[in-house]
């Protein structure tokens, strides 16, 4: 296995920081003996709440003013709810109310000793797991602010049988197992956490990662199309990954994860590994795009190229269209001869995919490095 044995982890303490009690002093007041003392002013107290509160009535009379018309009681109630939700969320990242990183670790580690299945494909969870966390994040259209990994409306049956989504129930059925064991976190968190695990235990980068995603609604879910469509081109590929906002740079560098797994002919038709270490996150996927010969493979399955070395490896014409496009290439060269390059424009990347959709406001503070203990 490629993957990196993992380390027993210490249990994390909260620290107590160092300090000192004063005497307790005991003031009497004019309901009890001795002289009157005044009693102090009542401390004031935050506005924050109260600012919160309006913005989550605003929100929550703004979703019945447009839902109610026109939708169902039940369709308002939903957006009610998801509404509210949110305003719970932005609510706890403000107040300081949600969990710290070392339950958020607990989870992590835990994803961290699932990961090796040795049957399961090369014996890894962690490319499936990398896919749930990109296509739960990648349906995300800024022009309209819908999809992303904020609602996790992969749970529900449209989202779930979409075609680019075959197989990764295995994924979810997976984390679902987590899910149990961690009932309290949400599933958006859940699956981008463990994408981020993949990567990082898998020999890649480290991925900066924080919660704040809610679980939503079927009527959340966003339209068959908005995943790339692995049998088209150059243009097809800016066409979906603008719309996420995201340029060439981040459309090579994401594309990068394809080091990890394979493709099979009962999910996608396709068939065969990118790499020879499947199960290693390294830029060897460019190196091979770059320097391999290439040729179509002849077979009764999709369009899909081979190399005329082994005919073990494959690769997708939208892996092609990286090393045909003049401007993505340069970036694949880049790549190819810069493993660090890859990973640090990678990490980036890829943290701001998993947070596509997710309001700022439900983001407690700065994004935490994950990683085993």
């Known amino acids: 296995m490629s993957l990196r044995t993992p380390l027993l982890r210490a249990t994390c303490a909260r620290r107590v920081g160092n300090g000192f009690k004063s005497p307790a002093l005991r003031r009497r007041f004019a309901s009890e003996s001795g002289p009157e003392i005044p009693k102090p002013p009542a401390p004031r107290s935050s506005s924050v709440p109260y600012l919160l509160a309006g913005v989550g009535a605003a929100a929550l009379g703004a979703a019945y003013l447009f839902y109610g018309t026109d939708g169902t009681p039940r369709e308002t109630a939903k957006e009610l709810a998801s509404d509210a939700r949110g305003v719970a969320a932005a609510a706890e990242g403000k107040l300081g109310l949600r969990r710290g990183k070392d339950e958020y670790q607990k989870v992590y580690d835990r994803i961290v000793e699932t990961l090796e299945k040795e049957d399961y494909d090369d014996g890894s969870l962690a490319p499936v797991l990398i896919r749930l966390a990109w296509h739960s994040s990648g349906t995300y259209n800024k022009e309209d602010n819908t999809g992303g990994s904020n609602y996790a409306t992969m749970r529900f049956k449209p989202e779930a049988t979409h075609g680019a989504n075959n197989g990764l129930n295995i994924a979810r059925d997976h984390m679902q197992k987590i899910k149990d064991e961690f009932p309290w976190i949400s599933y958006g968190d859940l699956w981008t956490?463990?994408?981020?695990?993949?990567?990082?235990?898998?020999?890649?980068?480290?991925?900066?990662?924080?919660?704040?995603?809610?679980?939503?609604?079927?009527?959340?879910?966003?339209?068959?199309?908005?995943?790339?469509?692995?049998?088209?081109?150059?243009?097809?590929?800016?066409?979906?990954f603008y719309r996420m906002g995201f340029n060439d740079q981040e459309i090579v560098a994401l594309s990068g994860a394809h080091?990890?797994?394979?493709?099979h002919t009962d999910r996608s038709g396709f068939e065969g590994p990118w790499t020879f270490s499947p199960v290693t996150f390294s830029n060897q996927y460019f190196t091979l795009l770059k320097d391999e010969p290439w040729q179509w493979r002849k077979w009764k399955g999709p369009a899909q190229y081979e190399d005329k070395k082994t005919h073990s490896l494959m690769m997708l014409p939208t892996?092609?269209?990286?090393?045909?496009?003049?401007?993505?290439?340069?970036?694949?060269?880049?790549?190819?001869k810069d493993e660090d390059a890859f990973f640090k424009d990678f990490s980036k990347a890829f943290s701001k995919l998993i947070e596509l959709g997710v309001p700022t406001s439900q983001f407690a503070g700065e994004a935490w490095n994950m990683g085993s203990q």
């Open 193 to 240: 956490l463990a994408g981020v695990a993949a990567v990082q235990e898998s020999g890649g980068p480290t991925v900066p990662w924080r919660p704040g995603r809610i679980d939503g609604f079927e009527h959340h879910v966003t339209p068959d199309g908005r995943l790339p469509d692995a049998s088209q081109a150059e243009d097809h590929l800016r066409a979906i």
């Open 319 to 336: 892996d092609m269209a990286l090393i045909k496009d003049k401007s993505f290439r340069k970036y694949v060269d880049i790549y190819a």
């Open 259 to 263: 080091a990890m797994g394979r493709c």
